[in-house]
């Protein structure tokens, strides 16, 4: 039995209308929301028909279990806020795809939020022990809502985790979110590592008081804090970054965040990547220092919410070196070996089992937009190079 492209990518096109948000091939399906646990329902069933026993989790990650011990393939069916029809959603239906093609056991899984509404890969980090259900719980998203809350808005979650025991493995596609493919026209990576992240939320508390008014030399500014601070670590990080290291301020939620009265809170993401755990250790001593002093020179409150992180993981070798195979077969001289820059739940699973990764190029390197999208042709092929790559593990 083989793959059968025209089914793989109409149930790809079938998963995207869950939540579709209207602007191009774009989705809107944040963890827990309608969309997503409309589209998971759908995909258990899919698992069903494929001969699967669909299982969720407690916190909806999705299984489809194949009898007794099985190879592990899939990705997260969750989105951002503004969500690409890809990202993670073409590993959940090439891995779907693969099992009921070929004849050994092959499990699929979705995790769940592995966009982080609530946390870092929370569904993944959950599962594989990296984060205790209670702790996990009591994350809130942007608007307050717990972890808690929202899982249980999920009617079929079952009170038991999957044992990890039952997988020999984990192998996860999905598109590279990068420019680096597209650019060099090939049309496979094989992933060598995946980068640490660490994610914080940080808050300076000054004194909101009226624009027009107080004079600036009298201000106890918010904003001008993160501004100051921004400027800041970004001095302080120039001579010990790679042209790799990213770090981002994504949101800032400034209160009352209202033209005329200046801000006495700032609640601002800090979130920083690099394959090199003490690198990440170091960017975090940066950024507690620089905080506290633009804090005492302003004359703020300062606070930091939990740290999430995770640590650079490497690529199983044996899993790995049948991807390379599958790739020189399917993608000869289109293929190469790649890190990755995007954070993914095979860096949870790497705790349990070995793991590895393979991309297919974003168009223009897009992602988390969206404008995300792979030509057909490329998915086609990072499905072939999956099959491949299975059926030689089991050769
Ligand atoms: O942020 C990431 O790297 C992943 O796409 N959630
Ligand atoms: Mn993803
Ligand atoms: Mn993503």
């Given at each position: ?65 194949a009898p007794g011990r099985s190879l592990l393939l899939g990705s997260h069916s969750d989105s951002q806020p503004e969500g690409g029809w890809l990202d993670g959603a073409l590993g959940v239906v090439a891995a779907l795809e693969v ?216 690529m199983d070798i044996k899993l790995r070196s049948a991807l390379q195979m599958g790739a020189e077969t399917v993608a000869p001289e289109r293929w190469q070996k790649i890190p990755s820059g995007a954070l993914h739940d095979a860096t ?48």
């Open positions: 039995m083989t793959i059968n492209e025209s089914r793989f990518l109409s149930d790809l096109h079938k998963l995207r209308e869950f939540g579709a948000s209207g602007v191009g091939k774009g989705v809107v399906r944040p963890a827990y929301s309608e969309a997503d646990i409309a589209a998971r329902k759908w995909l258990a069933q899919k698992m069903a028909d494929a001969g699967l026993a669909p299982h969720f989790d407690p916190v909806g990650n999705l299984f489809g279990l099992a009921r093609s070929v004849k050994q056991p092959i499990s699929v899984v979705s995790f769940q939020d592995e966009e982080g509404r609530f946390g870092v890969t929370t569904g993944s980090a959950v599962w594989s022990g990296g984060l205790p259900l209670d702790k996990a719980d009591s994350l809130t998203d942007a608007s307050g809502i717990t972890f808690a809350e929202a899982r249980s808005s999920m009617s079929d979650l079952s009170d038991d985790f999957v044992d990890p025991a039952r997988f020999e493995g984990f192998i996860e596609l999905h598109i590279e979110q990068g420019p680096t493919l597209d650019a060099q026209g090939d049309q496979i990576g094989v992933v060598t590592d995946i980068v640490g992240i660490r994610d914080v939320v940080i808050t300076f508390d000054g004194q909101q008081n009226h624009a027009g008014t107080t004079p600036m030399h009298l201000r106890r500014d918010a904003f001008q804090a993160v501004s100051q601070f921004n400027a800041m670590i970004n001095n302080r990080f120039k001579n010990m970054v790679t042209p790799q290291t990213v770090w981002t301020i994504g949101r800032v939620d400034l209160h009352p965040n209202a033209s005329s009265i200046v801000p006495g809170r700032a609640r601002f993401s800090m979130q920083w990547r690099d394959g090199d755990a003490n690198r990440l250790e170091r960017m975090e001593e940066i950024i507690r220092e620089a905080a506290k002093e633009v804090a005492e020179s302003v004359g703020l409150g300062l606070s930091f919410g939990t740290m999430l992180g995770l640590e650079p993981v490497s949870n699973v790497a705790r349990l089992m070995p793991v590895a990764m393979l991309f297919v190029p974003s168009i223009a390197g897009i992602s988390h937009d969206f404008s995300e999208d792979t030509a057909e042709s490329d998915l086609v092929a990072g499905l072939r190079v999956l099959e491949h790559a299975v059926l030689s593990l089991n050769a």
